[in-house]
Protein backbone atom coordinates (compact mmCIF):
# COMPACT_ATOMS: atom_id res chain seq x y z
CA UNK A 1 0.00 0.00 0.00
CA UNK A 2 1.84 3.54 -0.50
CA UNK A 3 2.01 6.21 1.59
CA UNK A 4 -0.64 8.28 0.00
CA UNK A 5 -3.10 5.88 0.73
CA UNK A 6 -1.94 4.59 4.12
CA UNK A 7 -2.79 8.41 5.43
CA UNK A 8 -5.80 8.71 3.46
CA UNK A 9 -7.88 7.95 6.21
CA UNK A 10 -6.19 10.25 8.35
CA UNK A 11 -6.73 12.82 5.79
CA UNK A 12 -10.27 12.20 5.58
CA UNK A 13 -10.74 12.51 9.00
CA UNK A 14 -8.83 15.74 9.58
CA UNK A 15 -10.97 17.30 6.57
CA UNK A 16 -14.40 16.42 8.16
CA UNK A 17 -13.13 17.92 11.63
CA UNK A 18 -12.25 21.07 9.40
CA UNK A 19 -15.31 21.10 8.10
CA UNK A 20 -17.66 20.32 10.84
CA UNK A 21 -19.98 23.41 12.12
CA UNK A 22 -18.65 24.61 15.50
CA UNK A 23 -21.16 24.45 18.01
CA UNK A 24 -23.91 27.14 19.21
CA UNK A 25 -25.44 28.28 21.47
CA UNK A 26 -28.45 31.16 21.95
CA UNK A 27 -29.64 32.48 25.17
CA UNK A 28 -32.13 34.58 25.10
CA UNK A 29 -32.95 36.52 28.72
CA UNK A 30 -34.41 39.54 30.31
CA UNK A 31 -32.40 41.06 33.15
CA UNK A 32 -35.07 43.13 34.99
CA UNK A 33 -33.92 45.64 37.42
CA UNK A 34 -35.29 47.54 40.39
CA UNK A 35 -33.33 49.85 43.24
CA UNK A 36 -33.78 51.76 46.29
CA UNK A 37 -37.26 51.44 46.56
CA UNK A 38 -38.51 52.65 50.04
CA UNK A 39 -42.72 52.91 49.84
CA UNK A 40 -45.05 50.30 49.45
CA UNK A 41 -47.80 52.06 48.12
CA UNK A 42 -47.58 53.73 44.48
CA UNK A 43 -47.16 57.78 44.79
CA UNK A 44 -48.96 60.70 42.96
CA UNK A 45 -46.12 62.22 40.86
CA UNK A 46 -45.81 65.65 39.26
CA UNK A 47 -47.61 65.09 35.68
CA UNK A 48 -51.08 63.52 37.79
CA UNK A 49 -50.17 59.41 37.35
CA UNK A 50 -50.06 57.06 40.18
CA UNK A 51 -46.43 55.40 39.80
CA UNK A 52 -44.42 53.12 42.14
CA UNK A 53 -44.81 50.67 45.07
CA UNK A 54 -45.00 46.52 45.29
CA UNK A 55 -48.26 46.12 43.60
CA UNK A 56 -46.86 47.98 40.29
CA UNK A 57 -43.47 46.41 40.66
CA UNK A 58 -45.12 43.17 41.28
CA UNK A 59 -47.09 43.30 38.01
CA UNK A 60 -44.28 44.81 35.67
CA UNK A 61 -42.14 41.70 36.60
CA UNK A 62 -44.71 39.05 36.28
CA UNK A 63 -45.69 40.37 32.82
CA UNK A 64 -41.98 40.08 32.30
CA UNK A 65 -41.81 36.20 33.55
CA UNK A 66 -44.67 35.25 31.26
CA UNK A 67 -42.34 35.93 28.31
CA UNK A 68 -39.71 34.03 28.82
CA UNK A 69 -36.74 33.41 30.97
CA UNK A 70 -36.05 36.09 33.31
CA UNK A 71 -33.35 37.03 36.02
CA UNK A 72 -34.93 39.99 38.06
CA UNK A 73 -32.35 41.59 39.87
CA UNK A 74 -32.83 44.16 42.86
CA UNK A 75 -29.71 46.74 43.48
CA UNK A 76 -30.70 47.56 47.20
CA UNK A 77 -31.44 50.04 49.22
CA UNK A 78 -35.35 48.92 50.66
CA UNK A 79 -35.65 48.45 54.52
CA UNK A 80 -35.31 52.55 55.09
CA UNK A 81 -36.11 54.68 55.18
CA UNK A 82 -40.18 55.15 54.96
CA UNK A 83 -42.29 56.14 57.80
CA UNK A 84 -43.76 52.16 58.10
CA UNK A 85 -39.82 50.90 58.34
CA UNK A 86 -39.45 53.23 61.28
CA UNK A 87 -42.34 51.55 63.04
CA UNK A 88 -41.58 48.31 62.18
CA UNK A 89 -37.55 48.20 61.40
CA UNK A 90 -38.39 47.26 57.41
CA UNK A 91 -39.96 43.98 58.31
CA UNK A 92 -43.34 44.83 55.96
CA UNK A 93 -40.24 45.45 53.11
CA UNK A 94 -39.53 41.86 53.39
CA UNK A 95 -42.44 40.45 53.31
CA UNK A 96 -44.01 42.38 49.99
CA UNK A 97 -40.26 41.82 48.80
CA UNK A 98 -40.95 37.90 49.10
CA UNK A 99 -44.07 38.39 47.39
CA UNK A 100 -41.98 39.64 44.35
CA UNK A 101 -39.04 37.43 44.84
CA UNK A 102 -35.73 38.55 42.82
CA UNK A 103 -34.11 35.92 41.58
CA UNK A 104 -31.04 37.69 42.73
CA UNK A 105 -30.72 40.77 45.95
CA UNK A 106 -27.68 42.83 46.94
CA UNK A 107 -28.44 45.10 50.12
CA UNK A 108 -28.00 48.57 50.15
CA UNK A 109 -26.18 50.80 52.76
CA UNK A 110 -30.09 51.63 53.87
CA UNK A 111 -30.49 48.33 54.56
CA UNK A 112 -28.12 48.89 57.64
CA UNK A 113 -29.93 51.82 59.14
CA UNK A 114 -31.16 49.90 62.25
CA UNK A 115 -27.91 48.46 62.73
CA UNK A 116 -26.10 44.70 62.49
CA UNK A 117 -28.66 42.48 64.15
CA UNK A 118 -32.04 44.13 62.62
CA UNK A 119 -29.96 43.51 58.88
CA UNK A 120 -29.34 39.86 59.98
CA UNK A 121 -32.92 39.43 61.15
CA UNK A 122 -34.40 40.90 58.43
CA UNK A 123 -31.95 38.62 55.95
CA UNK A 124 -32.70 35.68 57.40
CA UNK A 125 -36.06 36.36 56.44
CA UNK A 126 -35.70 36.96 52.82
CA UNK A 127 -36.61 34.00 50.61
CA UNK A 128 -34.79 35.23 47.51
CA UNK A 129 -31.18 34.89 46.98
CA UNK A 130 -28.45 37.29 48.63
CA UNK A 131 -25.37 38.10 47.29
CA UNK A 132 -22.66 40.69 48.65
CA UNK A 133 -19.19 39.35 47.98
CA UNK A 134 -17.40 42.21 49.26
CA UNK A 135 -19.41 42.17 52.46
CA UNK A 136 -17.82 39.75 55.74
CA UNK A 137 -18.49 38.95 59.33
CA UNK A 138 -16.03 40.78 61.79
CA UNK A 139 -13.97 37.26 61.82
CA UNK A 140 -13.99 38.18 57.81
CA UNK A 141 -16.39 34.81 56.91
CA UNK A 142 -19.37 35.24 54.37
CA UNK A 143 -22.83 36.19 55.85
CA UNK A 144 -25.04 33.57 56.22
CA UNK A 145 -27.10 33.22 53.62
CA UNK A 146 -25.31 35.29 51.49
CA UNK A 147 -23.56 34.16 48.33
CA UNK A 148 -20.68 35.71 46.24
CA UNK A 149 -21.53 34.27 43.06
CA UNK A 150 -23.23 32.20 41.29
CA UNK A 151 -23.97 30.86 37.63
CA UNK A 152 -26.71 29.81 36.01
CA UNK A 153 -27.75 27.83 32.27
CA UNK A 154 -30.16 29.35 29.77
CA UNK A 155 -30.20 27.57 26.21
CA UNK A 156 -26.88 26.37 27.12
CA UNK A 157 -25.45 30.10 27.86
CA UNK A 158 -23.56 30.53 31.27
CA UNK A 159 -24.48 33.27 32.93
CA UNK A 160 -22.81 34.48 36.06
CA UNK A 161 -23.67 36.28 38.18
CA UNK A 162 -22.14 38.62 41.52
CA UNK A 163 -23.26 40.75 43.39
CA UNK A 164 -21.46 43.87 46.16
CA UNK A 165 -22.87 46.21 47.88
CA UNK A 166 -21.72 49.69 48.84
CA UNK A 167 -18.08 50.09 50.11
CA UNK A 168 -18.76 53.27 52.27
CA UNK A 169 -21.69 52.05 54.61
CA UNK A 170 -19.79 52.30 57.56
CA UNK A 171 -19.84 55.76 56.90
CA UNK A 172 -23.28 55.92 55.54
CA UNK A 173 -25.17 53.90 57.77
CA UNK A 174 -25.17 51.94 60.93
CA UNK A 175 -23.53 48.19 60.26
CA UNK A 176 -21.67 48.50 63.47
CA UNK A 177 -18.31 45.90 62.78
CA UNK A 178 -19.32 44.06 59.78
CA UNK A 179 -16.67 44.49 57.22
CA UNK A 180 -16.45 45.83 53.73
CA UNK A 181 -14.41 45.24 51.04
CA UNK A 182 -14.16 47.75 47.68
CA UNK A 183 -16.93 47.75 45.77
CA UNK A 184 -15.65 47.90 42.23
CA UNK A 185 -12.49 45.45 43.09
CA UNK A 186 -14.44 42.73 44.48
CA UNK A 187 -16.47 42.99 41.48
CA UNK A 188 -13.75 42.62 39.05
CA UNK A 189 -12.24 40.15 40.99
CA UNK A 190 -15.68 37.67 41.32
CA UNK A 191 -16.08 38.37 37.63
CA UNK A 192 -12.61 36.70 36.58
CA UNK A 193 -13.25 33.95 39.09
CA UNK A 194 -16.72 33.36 37.06
CA UNK A 195 -14.82 33.47 33.64
CA UNK A 196 -12.38 30.62 35.27
CA UNK A 197 -15.57 28.49 36.02
CA UNK A 198 -17.03 28.42 32.53
CA UNK A 199 -18.93 31.92 32.71
CA UNK A 200 -19.69 33.15 29.16
CA UNK A 201 -21.83 36.04 29.88
CA UNK A 202 -21.08 37.81 33.44
CA UNK A 203 -23.42 40.39 36.04
CA UNK A 204 -22.46 42.52 38.37
CA UNK A 205 -25.30 43.78 40.52
CA UNK A 206 -23.94 46.17 42.78
CA UNK A 207 -24.95 48.93 45.30
CA UNK A 208 -22.68 51.80 44.41
CA UNK A 209 -22.15 55.37 43.65
CA UNK A 210 -22.20 56.57 39.24
CA UNK A 211 -18.36 57.15 39.66
CA UNK A 212 -17.42 53.07 41.07
CA UNK A 213 -20.38 52.19 37.64
CA UNK A 214 -17.92 53.72 35.44
CA UNK A 215 -14.75 52.47 37.45
CA UNK A 216 -16.30 49.11 36.65
CA UNK A 217 -17.70 49.88 33.90
CA UNK A 218 -14.06 50.74 31.96
CA UNK A 219 -12.54 47.36 33.54
CA UNK A 220 -14.28 45.07 30.94
CA UNK A 221 -14.25 42.54 33.00
CA UNK A 222 -18.42 42.06 33.25
CA UNK A 223 -21.21 42.62 30.66
CA UNK A 224 -23.80 44.34 32.30
CA UNK A 225 -24.05 46.30 35.99
CA UNK A 226 -26.98 46.37 37.63
CA UNK A 227 -26.42 49.21 39.75
CA UNK A 228 -28.31 51.36 42.44
CA UNK A 229 -27.99 54.20 44.79
CA UNK A 230 -27.88 57.18 43.06
CA UNK A 231 -31.88 57.77 42.47
CA UNK A 232 -31.84 58.07 38.55
CA UNK A 233 -33.17 56.19 35.26
CA UNK A 234 -30.06 55.92 33.45
CA UNK A 235 -28.59 53.35 30.51
CA UNK A 236 -25.22 53.21 29.30
CA UNK A 237 -24.20 50.78 25.98
CA UNK A 238 -21.42 51.10 23.97
CA UNK A 239 -22.18 48.18 21.56
CA UNK A 240 -19.24 46.02 24.56
CA UNK A 241 -20.97 46.04 27.77
CA UNK A 242 -24.12 48.05 29.31
CA UNK A 243 -24.93 49.47 33.03
CA UNK A 244 -28.36 50.46 34.05
CA UNK A 245 -30.10 51.95 37.20
CA UNK A 246 -33.96 52.47 37.25
CA UNK A 247 -34.83 55.42 39.23
CA UNK A 248 -36.58 54.38 42.79
CA UNK A 249 -39.25 53.68 44.52
CA UNK A 250 -40.33 51.45 41.44
CA UNK A 251 -41.33 54.56 39.26
CA UNK A 252 -39.61 52.80 36.52
CA UNK A 253 -38.11 49.46 36.14
CA UNK A 254 -35.54 48.93 33.32
CA UNK A 255 -36.06 45.60 30.85
CA UNK A 256 -32.50 44.64 28.97
CA UNK A 257 -33.99 41.82 27.32
CA UNK A 258 -30.29 40.37 25.83
CA UNK A 259 -29.73 37.90 23.11
CA UNK A 260 -26.72 36.03 23.91
CA UNK A 261 -24.47 34.14 21.25
CA UNK A 262 -22.12 31.67 22.34
CA UNK A 263 -19.86 29.40 19.56
CA UNK A 264 -17.39 26.86 20.61
CA UNK A 265 -14.27 26.17 18.60
CA UNK A 266 -11.79 24.05 19.36
CA UNK A 267 -13.04 23.93 23.33
CA UNK A 268 -12.92 27.66 22.97
CA UNK A 269 -16.02 29.76 23.74
CA UNK A 270 -16.70 32.63 22.21
CA UNK A 271 -19.31 35.31 23.45
CA UNK A 272 -21.64 38.13 21.22
CA UNK A 273 -24.70 39.78 22.62
CA UNK A 274 -26.63 42.57 22.24
CA UNK A 275 -29.82 43.91 24.49
CA UNK A 276 -32.58 45.58 23.52
CA UNK A 277 -33.44 48.15 26.56
CA UNK A 278 -37.09 48.63 27.60
CA UNK A 279 -38.20 51.15 30.05
CA UNK A 280 -41.63 50.43 32.44
CA UNK A 281 -43.06 53.47 33.20
CA UNK A 282 -44.95 51.95 36.12
CA UNK A 283 -47.89 54.88 35.20
CA UNK A 284 -49.10 52.32 32.55
CA UNK A 285 -49.13 48.67 34.87
CA UNK A 286 -52.03 47.71 36.48
CA UNK A 287 -51.67 46.67 39.80
CA UNK A 288 -51.19 43.10 40.89
CA UNK A 289 -54.03 42.42 43.27
CA UNK A 290 -52.50 40.11 45.62
CA UNK A 291 -49.72 42.51 46.33
CA UNK A 292 -52.00 45.30 46.48
CA UNK A 293 -54.25 43.63 49.13
CA UNK A 294 -51.14 42.77 51.07
CA UNK A 295 -49.90 46.72 50.90
CA UNK A 296 -53.71 47.98 51.80
CA UNK A 297 -53.70 45.88 55.12
CA UNK A 298 -50.32 47.78 55.86
CA UNK A 299 -51.42 51.00 55.43
CA UNK A 300 -54.63 50.22 57.63
CA UNK A 301 -52.29 49.09 60.14
CA UNK A 302 -50.47 51.99 59.69
CA UNK A 303 -53.10 53.98 60.53
CA UNK A 304 -53.41 52.35 63.97
CA UNK A 305 -49.76 52.33 64.68
CA UNK A 306 -49.27 56.37 64.49
CA UNK A 307 -51.10 56.63 67.73
CA UNK A 308 -48.59 54.41 69.24
CA UNK A 309 -46.92 55.98 72.64
CA UNK A 310 -43.06 56.68 71.91
CA UNK A 311 -42.18 58.06 75.31
CA UNK A 312 -42.72 60.96 77.71
CA UNK A 313 -42.17 64.69 78.18
CA UNK A 314 -40.98 65.59 81.88
CA UNK A 315 -40.68 69.04 80.87
CA UNK A 316 -42.88 71.62 78.64
CA UNK A 317 -42.57 71.38 75.44
CA UNK A 318 -43.79 74.33 73.51
CA UNK A 319 -44.02 74.27 69.62
CA UNK A 320 -46.22 77.25 68.93
CA UNK A 321 -44.32 79.44 66.51
CA UNK A 322 -43.60 82.53 68.86
CA UNK A 323 -41.67 79.94 70.54
CA UNK A 324 -39.39 78.11 68.09
CA UNK A 325 -38.78 80.86 65.73
CA UNK A 326 -37.34 83.46 68.22
CA UNK A 327 -35.50 81.91 70.89
CA UNK A 328 -34.38 78.48 72.20
CA UNK A 329 -37.13 75.94 72.37
CA UNK A 330 -37.23 72.69 74.42
CA UNK A 331 -39.25 71.20 71.94
CA UNK A 332 -36.61 72.29 69.61
CA UNK A 333 -33.71 70.84 71.45
CA UNK A 334 -35.32 67.74 71.17
CA UNK A 335 -35.07 67.38 67.24
CA UNK A 336 -31.79 68.67 67.20
CA UNK A 337 -30.66 66.29 69.58
CA UNK A 338 -32.31 63.44 67.89
CA UNK A 339 -30.83 64.58 64.63
CA UNK A 340 -27.34 64.93 66.03
CA UNK A 341 -27.23 61.54 67.55
CA UNK A 342 -28.69 59.85 64.20
CA UNK A 343 -26.31 61.13 62.41
CA UNK A 344 -23.08 61.42 65.03
CA UNK A 345 -22.68 64.61 64.12
CA UNK A 346 -20.70 67.89 65.75
CA UNK A 347 -23.54 69.81 65.31
CA UNK A 348 -27.14 70.06 64.26
CA UNK A 349 -29.66 72.66 63.13
CA UNK A 350 -33.16 72.85 62.78
CA UNK A 351 -35.18 75.99 61.42
CA UNK A 352 -37.86 76.91 63.74
CA UNK A 353 -40.08 76.93 60.96
CA UNK A 354 -40.06 73.68 60.24
CA UNK A 355 -41.49 72.87 63.70
CA UNK A 356 -45.44 73.52 62.76
CA UNK A 357 -47.53 72.05 65.06
CA UNK A 358 -48.27 75.29 67.27
CA UNK A 359 -48.84 73.28 70.89
CA UNK A 360 -47.99 72.92 74.31
CA UNK A 361 -47.19 69.62 75.26
CA UNK A 362 -47.50 69.25 79.55
CA UNK A 363 -44.84 67.16 81.96
CA UNK A 364 -46.01 64.25 81.74
CA UNK A 365 -47.89 64.36 78.40
CA UNK A 366 -47.36 60.90 76.58
CA UNK A 367 -46.15 61.71 73.13
CA UNK A 368 -47.16 59.66 70.02
CA UNK A 369 -45.71 59.10 66.28
CA UNK A 370 -48.91 61.06 65.39
CA UNK A 371 -47.45 63.87 67.76
CA UNK A 372 -43.65 64.08 65.73
CA UNK A 373 -45.91 63.53 62.31
CA UNK A 374 -47.79 67.12 63.56
CA UNK A 375 -44.17 68.46 64.12
CA UNK A 376 -42.98 67.68 61.26
CA UNK A 377 -45.22 67.50 58.37
CA UNK A 378 -42.85 68.48 55.35
CA UNK A 379 -41.52 64.96 54.80
CA UNK A 380 -38.47 65.92 55.04
CA UNK A 381 -35.19 64.45 55.19
CA UNK A 382 -32.01 64.80 57.86
CA UNK A 383 -29.36 65.58 55.96
CA UNK A 384 -25.44 65.57 57.20
CA UNK A 385 -22.92 67.78 55.65
CA UNK A 386 -19.48 68.88 56.20
CA UNK A 387 -18.54 72.78 56.77
CA UNK A 388 -16.26 74.76 57.89
CA UNK A 389 -16.20 76.96 61.26
CA UNK A 390 -16.54 80.09 59.32
CA UNK A 391 -19.61 78.34 57.40
CA UNK A 392 -21.14 77.71 60.65
CA UNK A 393 -20.64 80.83 62.02
CA UNK A 394 -22.17 82.53 58.91
CA UNK A 395 -24.90 79.48 58.99
CA UNK A 396 -25.99 81.00 62.91
CA UNK A 397 -25.67 84.81 61.71
CA UNK A 398 -28.02 84.12 59.34
CA UNK A 399 -30.44 82.43 62.11
CA UNK A 400 -30.46 85.14 64.23
CA UNK A 401 -30.90 88.33 61.42
CA UNK A 402 -34.22 88.77 61.64
CA UNK A 403 -34.52 88.60 65.62
CA UNK A 404 -36.43 90.59 67.66
CA UNK A 405 -39.05 89.74 64.96
CA UNK A 406 -40.07 86.44 64.58
CA UNK A 407 -39.03 83.76 61.72
CA UNK A 408 -38.59 80.22 60.54
CA UNK A 409 -35.19 80.52 59.68
CA UNK A 410 -34.45 81.02 63.49
CA UNK A 411 -31.74 78.09 64.97
CA UNK A 412 -32.56 75.51 66.93
CA UNK A 413 -29.40 73.77 67.50
CA UNK A 414 -27.42 70.74 69.27
CA UNK A 415 -23.47 70.11 70.23
CA UNK A 416 -23.05 74.31 69.88
CA UNK A 417 -23.81 77.32 72.59
CA UNK A 418 -24.15 80.27 70.91
CA UNK A 419 -24.12 84.23 72.76
CA UNK A 420 -25.21 87.01 70.86
CA UNK A 421 -25.29 90.49 71.11
CA UNK A 422 -28.91 91.67 69.24
CA UNK A 423 -27.92 95.51 69.29
CA UNK A 424 -25.34 94.81 66.78
CA UNK A 425 -26.21 94.57 63.55
CA UNK A 426 -27.54 91.47 61.59
CA UNK A 427 -24.23 89.49 60.34
CA UNK A 428 -21.90 90.40 62.67
CA UNK A 429 -24.49 89.61 66.06
CA UNK A 430 -22.69 86.25 67.07
CA UNK A 431 -19.72 87.15 70.13
CA UNK A 432 -19.11 83.24 71.07
CA UNK A 433 -19.60 79.77 69.69
CA UNK A 434 -18.66 76.66 71.48
CA UNK A 435 -18.71 73.27 69.75
CA UNK A 436 -18.53 71.24 72.66
CA UNK A 437 -16.57 72.70 75.26
CA UNK A 438 -13.81 74.13 72.79
CA UNK A 439 -14.44 77.72 70.70
CA UNK A 440 -15.30 77.19 67.48
CA UNK A 441 -12.59 76.85 64.67
CA UNK A 442 -13.29 78.72 61.73
CA UNK A 443 -11.00 76.66 59.14
CA UNK A 444 -12.10 72.99 60.66
CA UNK A 445 -14.63 71.39 59.34
CA UNK A 446 -17.60 69.97 61.31
CA UNK A 447 -19.96 67.14 60.56
CA UNK A 448 -23.52 69.08 60.78
CA UNK A 449 -26.61 67.71 60.88
CA UNK A 450 -29.40 69.67 59.59
CA UNK A 451 -32.67 69.00 57.05
CA UNK A 452 -32.74 68.81 52.91
CA UNK A 453 -34.89 72.56 53.06
CA UNK A 454 -31.45 74.01 54.80
CA UNK A 455 -29.01 71.96 52.91
CA UNK A 456 -30.85 73.62 49.89
CA UNK A 457 -30.40 77.23 51.09
CA UNK A 458 -33.63 77.67 52.04
CA UNK A 459 -34.45 80.21 54.91
CA UNK A 460 -31.33 82.11 53.78
CA UNK A 461 -28.85 79.44 54.60
CA UNK A 462 -26.96 79.72 51.19
CA UNK A 463 -23.65 79.02 52.83
CA UNK A 464 -24.62 75.55 53.60
CA UNK A 465 -25.79 74.79 49.67
CA UNK A 466 -22.42 73.86 48.41
CA UNK A 467 -21.37 71.83 50.95
CA UNK A 468 -20.26 68.30 50.80
CA UNK A 469 -22.85 65.89 51.69
CA UNK A 470 -22.13 62.93 53.47
CA UNK A 471 -24.73 61.47 51.43
CA UNK A 472 -27.40 62.05 48.23
CA UNK A 473 -30.50 63.87 49.66
CA UNK A 474 -32.84 61.44 48.42
CA UNK A 475 -30.99 58.67 49.95
CA UNK A 476 -31.22 60.38 53.62
CA UNK A 477 -33.54 59.33 55.87
CA UNK A 478 -36.22 60.98 56.90
CA UNK A 479 -36.43 63.64 59.47
CA UNK A 480 -39.56 62.43 61.43
CA UNK A 481 -38.71 58.37 61.56
CA UNK A 482 -34.79 59.84 63.07
CA UNK A 483 -36.79 61.72 65.92
CA UNK A 484 -39.03 58.82 66.47
CA UNK A 485 -36.55 56.35 67.21
CA UNK A 486 -34.77 58.75 69.35
CA UNK A 487 -37.34 59.58 71.27
CA UNK A 488 -37.98 55.30 71.42
CA UNK A 489 -35.05 54.97 72.86
CA UNK A 490 -34.75 57.64 75.08
CA UNK A 491 -37.79 57.14 76.45
CA UNK A 492 -38.54 60.67 78.48
CA UNK A 493 -37.24 64.21 77.56
CA UNK A 494 -35.64 65.90 80.31
CA UNK A 495 -33.84 68.21 78.37
CA UNK A 496 -35.43 71.70 78.67
CA UNK A 497 -34.16 75.41 77.99
CA UNK A 498 -30.53 74.69 78.56
CA UNK A 499 -28.86 78.13 77.70
CA UNK A 500 -27.83 76.37 74.26
CA UNK A 501 -28.73 79.58 72.66
CA UNK A 502 -27.51 82.95 74.71
CA UNK A 503 -29.13 86.31 73.28
CA UNK A 504 -28.28 89.33 74.79
Given at each position: ???????????????????????????????????????????????????????????????????????????????????????????????????????????????????????????????????????????????????????????????????????????????????????????????????REGADFVVAIIHADRRQDYELFGSRTVDLILSGHDHDLFVNFDERGAMVESSYDGHFVTVIEATIDVVERDGKREMKWWPQIRIIDTATVTPDPQVAAAVAAYEQDFTREIDVPLGTTAV?????????????????????????????????????????????????????????????????????????????????????????????????????????????????????????????????????????????????????????????????????????????????????????????
Amino acid sequence: MSAIARLLPFIVGLALMLAAPARAQTAKVAFVLVNDIYQMSEQKMPDGKARGGFARLAAAVKAERAKGPVIFAHAGDTLSPSLMSGFDRGAHIITLTNMVAPDAFVPGNHEFDFGKATFLQRMAEATFPRYAANLRGPDGAPLPGFEDRAIVTIGGVRIGITGATYDDTARASSPEDLKFASTVETAKTQAGALRREGADFVVAIIHADRRQDYELFGSRTVDLILSGHDHDLFVNFDERGAMVESSYDGHFVTVIEATIDVVERDGKREMKWWPQIRIIDTATVTPDPQVAAAVAAYEQDFTREIDVPLGTTAVELDSRNVTVRTGEAAVGNLIADAMRASARADVAIMNGGGIRSGKVYAPGTTLTRRDILAEMPFNNRMVTIEVSGNDLRRAIENGLALLPNASGRFPQVSGITVEADLKRPPGSRVVAIKVGALPLDNDKLYRLATNDFMARGGDGYGMLRDAKQLLPVDDSPLLANEIMVYLRRIGAVRSGIEGRMILR
